[in-house]
């Protein structure tokens, strides 16, 4: 199956910076997300997004298909963007979304 | 809100006890799913259903047993688990089973004594 990097493994921020996160993966990708983890365990999709670019307010995502990658931006982080941030795509499978092992995130006031 | 829904949200559970634990999607979506999240482990995929039917186990123990009565219901019966499988267990539905967004509810934390 696909295999899925995630980096940085962990990132501490100051309130009001921006960060990247990366997502690399081995196979073609054709289903991608990024999700977030709260501290209570809930994952909130934050984006669909198998090639190009979006937008959600602070957060934004690129994908790469061709180079395998995938790219989360956040801008002027607030305390509550903390938890993990994952990354997942099915690769050529046809129900199974594999995760990276994510990116923890913490901003501190 | 996801959409999703599951219940307990907690669950303390003895070696021989039997639960269930229950998951509603109110999206209207076509596809039901069953992850488990252990300690410094990614998600790992448990089941799939496919308009009620079941279209992956992946190589999950019996003594989980998932039952889909509609395309809005899941439910994954636990019967004599082990200290091991205490996680946090994760529904999700999507329109499409073979792809599409996956919108995930917040999980049962089960800890088998």
């Known amino acids: 199956g696909i295999q899925v990097e995630q980096s940085p493994p962990d990132l501490i921020l100051q309130e009001g910076a921006n960060s990247t996160l990366r997502c690399n993966f081995s196979?073609?990708?054709?289903?991608l997300q990024w999700f977030h983890q709260n501290p209570w365990g809930q994952l909130i999709n934050l984006f669909y997004?198998?090639?190009g670019t979006k937008q959600n307010g602070r957060l934004s995502a690129t994908t790469v298909a061709t180079e395998r990658y995938s790219l989360l931006y956040i801008s002027s982080s607030q305390t509550t963007d903390s938890g993990v941030y994952f990354c997942?795509?099915?690769?050529?499978?046809?129900?199974?979304?594999?995760f990276g092992k994510g990116t923890l995130l913490t901003v501190n006031p | 809100e996801t959409g999703v829904t599951q219940t307990p949200r907690h669950l303390v559970m003895g070696m021989t006890n039997k639960k269930s634990l229950k998951c509603e999607q109110h999206?209207?979506?076509?596809?039901m799913y069953w992850y488990k999240q252990s300690a410094k482990k990614p998600l790992e995929l448990m089941f799939v259903y496919s308009l009620e039917e079941r279209v992956e186990n992946n190589s999950v123990p019996s003594r989980f047993s998932p039952e889909c009565p509609n395309s809005s219901h899941l439910f994954l019966h636990l019967h004599t688990l082990q200290p091991e499988d205490s996680a946090l267990y994760l529904c999700a539905s999507s329109r499409d089973p073979q792809g599409g967004r996956k919108f995930f509810g917040p999980g049962t934390r089960l800890t088998v004594l």
């Open positions: 999206l209207g979506h076509n596809a």
């Open positions: 997942a795509d099915s690769g050529g499978s046809n129900y199974k979304l594999t």
């Open positions: 997004i198998p090639s």
């Open positions: 196979d073609s990708v054709n289903n």
